[in-house]
C-alpha cells in the first residue's frame, strides 16, 4: 500500500464545465450566483447539456465537448453529483471542483457562502489537487469504473450469496451472506462503513473487502494492496447483482466472473490547502463529541 501525493498544478483557469444536481430545477438560482462568482475572474462556463436541460438554459454541450475545451470542471450539489462526474469524466483528466449545496460532504468541502474566498485563493495558487484511485470492473466483455465501491450482492432476500474469491489467481476465500463489498480508500466512508468496515485514509492506493451480513463470524474485512487483481466467482443458481456506486446495476448469472484491478487513472479533486481529512470525520462522525 502506498500515498498517491501530487503537486500539480493547473495549466490555465479561463474555462469550467459544470454539473448540476440531476433533477434539481430549483438549482437554478444558486447556479447563477456561482457563475457570478467565476465572472468576476472572467472564468468562462460550459453546461453540460442534461444539466443545462434542467434549468432551461440554452447551448449546452456533450460531456466529449465539455473536456476538450475546460481546464477544470463544476460539480454542484452533493457528494453523488461529484461521483457521478468523476465517473463520467476520468478518462479525460479534469481536475473536479465541488460545490456542496447542503452541509459539509466528504467529497466536496466548498459551500456556496466560501466560493468567493476559495476563488481568490485558486486564482492565487493556493490550492491543492488529490489523486485518487479507481477501480475497474470486468464482468463478461465489458468493463466499468468505480470511484467509492463495487457491492456484489444476492438477487432475493430468501436465500444467501455465495462468491468464491482469488487473488492473482490463487484461491483465497468463499463468502457466504448477503454478499461483498469492494471499496476504494475514497469509498470506505460509505456503504463500506455502515457494515463495519475500516476507514481507510483517501490517498492511499489499497481495496477494502468487506463481507455483507456474512454467515460466518470468522469473516472479517481486508485491506490489500492495490497491486493485486481480485477475483470474484458467483455460485448461486439464482445468479446475484453487481451495483457500482450505487449507480449502474448490472445481473450477473450464476459462474459469472467479477475482476477488479486499479483503474490506470486516478479520480483528480480540487480542495482547500487547509482541508483535513481527520477533521472531516470528526465532524461527520461526531467524534469526540460527549
Known amino acids: 500500500m502506498r500515498l498517491t501525493k501530487s503537486s500539480e498544478r493547473l495549466k490555465s483557469i479561463k474555462k469550467?464545465?459544470?454539473f448540476l444536481k440531476p433533477n434539481s430545477p430549483e438549482i437554478k438560482e444558486d447556479f447563477f450566483k456561482i457563475k457570478k462568482?467565476?465572472?468576476?475572474?472572467?472564468?468562462?462556463?460550459?453546461?453540460e447539456e442534461n444539466s443545462a436541460k434542467m434549468i432551461n438554459e440554452d447551448h449546452g454541450k456533450s460531456l466529449e465537448e465539455i473536456c476538450k475545451e475546460v481546464d477544470i470542471l463544476l460539480s454542484i450539489g452533493g457528494d453523488g453529483t461529484l461521483l457521478s462526474a468523476v465517473r463520467s469524466s476520468f478518462?479525460?483528466?479534469?481536475?473536479?471542483?465541488?460545490?456542496?449545496m447542503g452541509t459539509l460532504g466528504f467529497l466536496t468541502d466548498?459551500?456556496?457562502?466560501?466560493l468567493p474566498s476559495f476563488l481568490n485563493d485558486l486564482m492565487n495558487d493556493n490550492y491543492r489537487i488529490d489523486n485518487r484511485m479507481l477501480v475497474e470492473c470486468k464482468i463478461s466483455d465489458k468493463t466499468y469504473v468505480a470511484f467509492n465501491d463495487i457491492v456484489i450482492s444476492r438477487k432475493t432476500v430468501s436465500s444467501m450469496l455465495k462468491v468464491n474469491a482469488k487473488i492473482n489467481g490463487e484461491s483465497f476465500n468463499s463468502y457466504h451472506g448477503d454478499g461483498v463489498i469492494i471499496s476504494t480508500p475514497t469509498g470506505s466512508t460509505a456503504y463500506n462503513l455502515s457494515v463495519g468496515g475500516p476507514i481507510v485514509y483517501p490517498l492511499t492506493e489499497a481495496f477494502i473487502i468487506t463481507p455483507v451480513a456474512s454467515h460466518s463470524l470468522t469473516q472479517r474485512p481486508l485491506v490489500m494492496p492495490a497491486e493485486i487483481e481480485i477475483e470474484f466467482k458467483i455460485k448461486d443458481s439464482q445468479g446475484a447483482v453487481i451495483l457500482i456506486d450505487g449507480q449502474d446495476i448490472i445481473e450477473a448469472r450464476d459462474e459469472a466472473i467479477i475482476k477488479v484491478t486499479i483503474a490506470d487513472k486516478k479520480a483528480k479533486l480540487i480542495h482547500r490547502t487547509k482541508r483535513d481529512f481527520f477533521k472531516v470525520l470528526n465532524e461527520k462522525l461526531g467524534w469526540g463529541n460527549n
Do not use: Q
Open 110 to 114: 466548498i459551500v456556496l457562502e466560501e
Open 37 to 47: 462568482c467565476f465572472d468576476v475572474h472572467n472564468i468562462e462556463f460550459i453546461l
Open 91 to 100: 478518462k479525460y483528466d479534469i481536475p473536479i471542483l465541488g460545490i456542496h
Open 16 to 18: 469550467a464545465g459544470i
